[in-house]
T-cell receptor, first 114, second 113 residues
Framework: EPEVTQTPSHQVTQMGQEVILRCVPI?????FYWYRQILGQKVEFLVS????????KSEIFDDQFSVERPDGSNFTLKIRSTKLEDSAMYFC????????????FGPGTRLTVL | GESVGLHLPTLSVQEGDNSIINCAYS??????FIWYKQESGKGPQFIID?????DKRQGQRVTVLLNKTVKHLSLQIAATQPGDSAVYFC????????????FGKGTMLLVSP
């Protein structure tokens, strides 16, 4: 069964450093998403991406964040200058179309900012 | 602001029991609701969805009920199994053409053998 994959599973970085979180969505999917989940809190939407551009973004997704689809398979989330409060699980998701429920989530990357 | 919330943070049941997980939503403009299951160390997994023009939808061992009058959503799991132990989130979205999901905080379901 096809699945969304994410690397690395755990990323530790120093405050102020740049990090890139990587995702490989399901191959025939066209819509891509990033969510984050701070420990003990709810999953929060960050950004959606379609046709090589951002479709929608939340207030969390400020200028420190960017997304890119550098090739036909990867979808990345970059945080330019990490802050302590960026520590969270970051989930990538993809969907075949805008059938809103059928977003398939990856296993997540745990980002720890020291 | 408006948000999705859950009544019970933890629900403990015995194997074989039926489980009911509740969710209150406050955004009256939401017209599509989804239940996700999240096991430890994994991402959310879609369980079942329901649109606002329905009040009940059944899947395999799961049923979602929607009461728009009181803005309440519930997930019923029949014959709960230890493998059902997980955190369950409800999520909502609007017919805006985008797929932004607003998640609730989650309910931990613990199933004892």
């Amino acid at each position: 069964e096809p699945e969304v994959t994410q690397t690395p599973s755990h990323q530790v970085t120093q405050m102020g450093q740049e990090v890139i979180l990587r995702c490989v969505p399901i191959s025939n999917h066209l819509y891509f998403y990033w969510y984050r989940q701070i420990l003990g809190q709810k999953v929060e939407f960050l950004v959606s991406f379609y046709n090589n551009e951002i479709s929608e973004k939340s207030e969390i997704f400020d200028d420190q964040f960017s997304v890119e689809r550098p090739d036909g398979s990867n979808f990345t989330l970059k945080i330019r200058s990490t802050k302590l409060e960026d520590s969270a699980m970051y989930f990538c998701a993809s969907s075949e179309d805008f059938s809103r429920g059928e977003q398939f989530f990856g296993p997540g990357t745990r980002l720890t900012v020291l | 602001g408006e948000s999705v919330g859950l009544h019970l943070p933890t629900l403990s049941v015995q194997e074989g029991d039926n489980s009911i997980i509740n969710c209150a939503y406050s955004n009256s403009a939401s017209d599509y609701f989804i239940w996700y299951k999240q096991e430890s160390g994994k991402g959310p997994q879609f369980i079942i969805d329901i649109r606002s023009n329905m009040d009940k939808r059944q899947g395999q061992r799961v049923t979602v009920l929607l009461n728009k009058t009181v803005k309440h959503l519930s997930l019923q799991i029949a014959a709960t199994q230890p493998g059902d132990s997980a955190v369950y989130f409800c999520a909502e979205t609007m017919n805006s053409g985008y797929s932004t999901l607003t998640f609730g905080k989650g309910t931990m379901l613990l199933v004892s053998p």
